[in-house]
C-alpha cells in the first residue's frame, strides 16, 4: 500500500522545487535595485502611522475554538460515510448518537452567541473584524 | 557497443524505479505544464469576460484578440524587482507564497482526468490513485491557509495581518460545510478513492449531483469562498485593506499568490467534477440513447465540466456584490453547517433504509 504514496512525495518535493525555480528564475531575470523608500512599509504613501502587532478582534480567537470542535468532528463521519452501507442500523444509531451530541454543542454556541461576530452593541468601544 | 537511446529507454522503463518515482515525476510535470498554461490563459478568458460583463472590450491589443497577453503578463512579472520590507520577518516572509502553491498543485496528483485504459500497460490518466484520495485532497486543500496567514503576518503590516486573519477565519469557516457535504457522496459511492468515487457514479448510472444537490450546492459555496473569490473576496477587500494579505509582494511572489488562487479554482472545479458530475463520464451515463455521446473522449468531458465551472467563477464576479463579514460567517456557520448536517442525516438514512448497492 505505500507504494501508492511514493509518487505523491515526489510531487510534493517537484511542486516546492517548482516555485523554488521561479523565485531563483526571477532572481536573475529582475533587477534589484533596492532603496529604503521601497522597502518601507505599505502606508499609502505616509509615514508609518500605526504599528502591526497590536491587539486584535477577540472574534477570531471565537472562530479557530469552532473550527478545531467541528472540523474534528466531521473528520470522525469519513470512516462511518465509508462502512455505512455494510453497518446498516446499529452503526446508524451509533452515528446518530454521535451527531444528537454534535448538534446539541452546536446549538449551545449558537445560543451563547458563540457564532456571532459583530461586536455585542454599537459604541462599546469594540472593532470589528 | 551496440546500446543505442533507445534501447537504454527500453531498458529505463522497465526498471521497477521507473514507475515508482520517474514515471509519476514526469506525468506530474506534464500535468503542471497544462495547469499553468491552463491558469495563465483563464486569466485572460477573466479579464476578457469581465470586459463583456460590463460592457468594454478587456485587454485585446497584445496579439490577435490579446492572445498573448497572458505570455507578456507573466514576463512582466518575472523582470519585476522582488521587495522584502525592511520590518518583514524575513524568512516568513519568503517561505509564504511557496505554501500557497505547492499544496494546490500535489492535489493534481490524486485527480483522475480520464478514464482508465482497458488496455495493459497503456498510460492512465492520474498520476497515482490513493485509496484515501479524499482526505488526502482535503488536508491538502486546507494547508494553504498557513501560506495565507504566514504572509499576512510576516508583512508586518496591518492590512496584511488583518487580511490574513479574516482569510484564516473564512477559509477555517468553510471547510467544515466542505468537508461535511463530501461525507454524503462518500456513502453513496462507498470508497474515498477519487476513481473509486467516479465509477460508483458509473455503477449508480447517475451523477452523485442529482441525489445529492443539497451536498453540491453547499461545496461549490464554500469552495467558492475557500479561494477567496467574489462575493467572498473580503481578505483582498480593496476598499478596506488595499490588498489584504499580499499588500507588500512583489514580483514573481505577488505571481505565487496569485497562480495559488487560480490553482485552487481548478482544484475546486476538478473535486466538484469528480465528485459530484461524473468526472470523465457523459451526461446520463445509463441513458442507451445517448450512446453516440461516447465518442467524446472523457478526458475532455472532465475539461469541458471544468471549464463550466470555471466559468461559473468569473460570472459571479461579474454579477455579486461582497459579502460584510458578520454575513459571511452568518451564511457559513448557520446555514450551510445546518444544511450540510442535514444533507448526512437523510443520506445515511436512505443509504440504510434501502441498501442497495450503486
Not at chain 1, 502606508?43 to 467541528?70: M, N, T
Not at chain 2, 484564516?168 to 461525507?183: D, H, I, K, T
Not at chain 2, 455579486?320 to 444533507?343: E, T
Amino acid at each position: 500500500m505505500p507504494r501508492q504514496y511514493l509518487p505523491v512525495l515526489v510531487c510534493i518535493a517537484l511542486a516546492f522545487g517548482l516555485g523554488t525555480v521561479l523565485l531563483a528564475l526571477s532572481w536573475f531575470a529582475g533587477r534589484q535595485t533596492g532603496g529604503e523608500a521601497k522597502r518601507s512599509t505599505y502606508e499609502s504613501g505616509l509615514p508609518l502611522l500605526d504599528r502591526s502587532r497590536k491587539r486584535l478582534s477577540v472574534i477570531f480567537f471565537l472562530v479557530a475554538l469552532d473550527f478545531v470542535v467541528f472540523d474534528v468532528e466531521a473528520a470522525f463521519l469519513y470512516p462511518w460515510a465509508l462502512v455505512a452501507r455494510d453497518g446498516g442500523w446499529p452503526l446508524f444509531w451509533a452515528i446518530g448518537v454521535f451527531l444528537a451530541f454534535l448538534l446539541a454543542g452546536f446549538a449551545y454556541v449558537w445560543r451563547k452567541g458563540g457564532l456571532e461576530v459583530r461586536p455585542p452593541a454599537a459604541g462599546s468601544g469594540t472593532s470589528t473584524p | 557497443m551496440s546500446w543505442s537511446w533507445l534501447d537504454w529507454l527500453r531498458e529505463a522503463v522497465g526498471q521497477p524505479q521507473f514507475t515508482l518515482l520517474f514515471a509519476p515525476a514526469a506525468k506530474f510535470l506534464v500535468a503542471i505544464f497544462a495547469i499553468f498554461l491552463l491558469i495563465a490563459y483563464l486569466v485572460f478568458a477573466e479579464r476578457r469576460l469581465l470586459g463583456f460583463l460590463q460592457v468594454r472590450l478587456g485587454p485585446n491589443r497584445v496579439g490577435p484578440w490579446g492572445l498573448l497577453q497572458p505570455i507578456a503578463d507573466i514576463l512582466k512579472l518575472l523582470v519585476k524587482e522582488d521587495t522584502i520590507p525592511n520590518r518583514a520577518v524575513r524568512w516568513a516572509y519568503l517561505l509564504a507564497p511557496c505554501l500557497v502553491v505547492a499544496p494546490a498543485l500535489v492535489i493534481f496528483s490524486v485527480v483522475p482526468f480520464g478514464p482508465s485504459p482497458t488496455a495493459p500497460g497503456a498510460p492512465r490518466w492520474y498520476v497515482t490513485d490513493l485509496n484515501a484520495a479524499l482526505v488526502f485532497v482535503v488536508a491538502l486543500a486546507s494547508l494553504g491557509i498557513y501560506g495565507i496567514i504566514l504572509g499576512g503576518w510576516a508583512s508586518n503590516n496591518k492590512f496584511s495581518l488583518l487580511g490574513g486573519l479574516r482569510s484564516a477565519a473564512q477559509m477555517v469557516s468553510y471547510e467544515v460545510p466542505q468537508g461535511l457535504a463530501l461525507v454524503g457522496p462518500l456513502m453513496l459511492a462507498g470508497s474515498l478513492s477519487l476513481v473509486g468515487i467516479v465509477e460508483g457514479q458509473a455503477r449508480l448510472g447517475l451523477w452523485f449531483a442529482v441525489p445529492q444537490i443539497v451536498a453540491f450546492f453547499v461545496y461549490f459555496v464554500a469552495g467558492v469562498a475557500e479561494t477567496n473569490r467574489n462575493p467572498f473576496d473580503l481578505p483582498e477587500a480593496e476598499s478596506e485593506l488595499v490588498a489584504g494579505f499580499h499588500t507588500e509582494y512583489s514580483g514573481v511572489r505577488f505571481a505565487l499568490f496569485f497562480l495559488g488562487e487560480y490553482a485552487n479554482m481548478i482544484v475546486i472545479s476538478a473535486i466538484a467534477v469528480t465528485v459530484f458530475l461524473g468526472g470523465w463520464l457523459r451526461p446520463f451515463p445509463s441513458v442507451e440513447a445517448l450512446a453516440f455521446l461516447d465518442l467524446v473522449p472523457g478526458v475532455a468531458w472532465f475539461f469541458l465540466k471544468v471549464f463550466a465551472f470555471l466559468f461559473l467563477f468569473i460570472w459571479f464576479r461579474g454579477t455579486f456584490p461582497r459579502f460584510r463579514f458578520d454575513q459571511l460567517m452568518d451564511l457559513g456557520w448557520k446555514w450551510l453547517i445546518p444544511l450540510s448536517l442535514a444533507n448526512v442525516l437523510v443520506t445515511g438514512l436512505v443509504v440504510v433504509l434501502v441498501d442497495r448497492g450503486p
